[in-house]
């Protein structure tokens, strides 16, 4: 079974431009979860979906964060305009509808200038 | 609200060293329990759960119990190995509501030959 797949892997951006991240879950899982895991901190989550609706959003930045899962598959987490605290590594999880148990991409490396 | 704390790293041992990971929470009613690990360049990894008081999880020698008069979750490992070498996070998954995970700030441990 491939498991949760995530691009790019890294990425350097300068201050005030934009920046997406694509999270492919695990074939058959419903729900799907982005974290956000600044250094030296636990993965704090921002969003999570159940197929393609938000079940929580609640420590999304809105202002500046947007994420989709149009067709309830992959995802697209969007940062615009980045801030140099927007620095993290952003984790894509994905599980089965009522199972507890998340399986985390490797994650994406975000470096803001 | 839900939070985890999880005793500060680094932690450096001796191959074959016992190993004790410190995590307590706080949350309401009956939370789920977990440890997962992050080893250098790759993404998190459940290492073990528990989902009821008293409860023991294990998986590759280490083992948790959920002890709810303490509050706490604690990982051990009788003998480490250098493979062991990771960052090990403590969570909780809170009863009833949202799924997220909420995690605490990871342990790294570092094992020498």
């Known amino acids: 079974e491939a498991g949760v797949a995530q691009s790019p892997r890294y990425k350097i951006i300068e201050k005030r431009q934009s920046v997406a991240f694509w999270c492919n879950p695990i074939s058959g899982h419903a729900t799907l979860y982005w974290y956000q895991q600044i250094l030296g901190q636990g993965p704090k989550l921002l969003i999570q979906f159940q197929n393609n609706g938000v079940v929580d959003d609640s420590q999304l930045p809105k202002d500046r964060f947007s994420a989709e899962r149009l067709k309830g598959v992959d995802s697209t987490l969007k940062i615009q305009p980045a801030k140099l605290e927007d620095s993290a590594v952003y984790l894509c999880?994905?599980?089965?509808?009522?199972?507890?148990?998340?399986?985390f991409g490797p994650g994406t490396r975000l470096l803001v200038l | 609200g839900d939070s985890v704390t999880q005793m500060e790293g680094p932690v450096t041992l001796s191959e074959e060293a016992f190993l004790t990971i410190n995590c307590t929470y706080t949350?309401?009613?009956?939370?789920?329990l977990f440890w997962y690990v992050q080893y250098p360049g790759e993404g998190l990894q459940l290492l073990l759960k528990a989902t009821k008081a008293d409860d023991k999880g294990s998986n590759k020698g280490f083992e948790a119990t959920y002890r709810k008069e303490t509050t706490s979750f604690h990982l051990e490992k009788g003998s480490v190995q250098v493979s062991d070498s990771a960052v090990y996070f403590c969570a909780l998954r809170g009863q009833g509501g949202s799924e997220k995970l909420v995690f605490g700030k990871g342990t790294k441990l570092t094992v020498n030959p």
């Open positions: 999880a994905s599980s089965r509808q009522g199972i507890e148990t998340q399986y």
């Open positions: 949350a309401t009613g009956y939370p789920s």
